[in-house]
């Protein structure tokens, strides 16, 4: 009588003493096997590369903003039916986001991400906005929304103005040019 099931292989490997370290917290806590901590993160990894070649940081960051509970995901045409509707910015709506850029620099600052270009690179993930490098200290920001384009600026500026950076932020032909002078 032969079985149509598939026999587990035994597989060894080598892991630096860096990653056998993971392995064991990882098979702490989940509380199962080194073999199953393993199969998980293979399936981890297959969508991964299925959906796209996330690098580590990457996969971080968009995981730290989707499971924050005061961040949002959703259609990027409800945003923009959002935009057409609140038309220009009121002075108080400029002030909150001036501020909520504020409070943004000091948040990453308190995990790291002091730099400028480091920050960019971090909020371009959330799909708001395309990221081109022109130079060390010039950046420019082309929202994926144009409309979106004057409410990134005064973000940029609080976030950036919350720094002891001296900046220029300008909305130049819907894109929002970033420079930081010397």
Do not use: W
Request: aromatic share 8%; hydrophobic share 35%.
């Amino acid at each position: 009588m032969s079985s149509d099931k598939k026999k587990n292989e035994r597989l060894t490997v080598n892991l630096d003493p860096e990653s056998m370290e993971r392995l064991d917290d990882l098979q702490s806590e989940l509380r199962t096997s080194k073999s199953e901590v393993v199969r998980r993160a293979l399936k981890y990894q297959e969508v991964v590369l299925e959906k796209e070649d996330l690098s580590p940081d990457e996969l971080e960051t968009i995981l730290d903003l989707r499971l924050r509970p005061d961040n949002l995901l959703f259609d990027i045409g409800i945003f923009q039916a959002f935009l057409e509707e609140i038309g220009e910015p009121s002075e108080d709506l400029k002030e909150e986001l001036r501020e909520i850029g504020r409070q943004f620099y000091s948040n990453y600052c308190a995990i790291g991400i002091a730099e400028p270009i480091k920050c960019l690179k971090r909020l371009e993930r959330t799909n708001l906005y395309r990221l081109i490098v022109d130079s060390e200290n010039n950046y420019t920001i082309v929202p994926i929304i144009p409309e979106l384009g004057e409410y990134l600026k005064i973000f940029f500026k609080g976030y950036l103005n919350a720094s002891d950076l001296s900046v220029n932020v300008i909305m130049d032909r819907h894109k929002v040019r970033i420079r930081i002078k010397e």
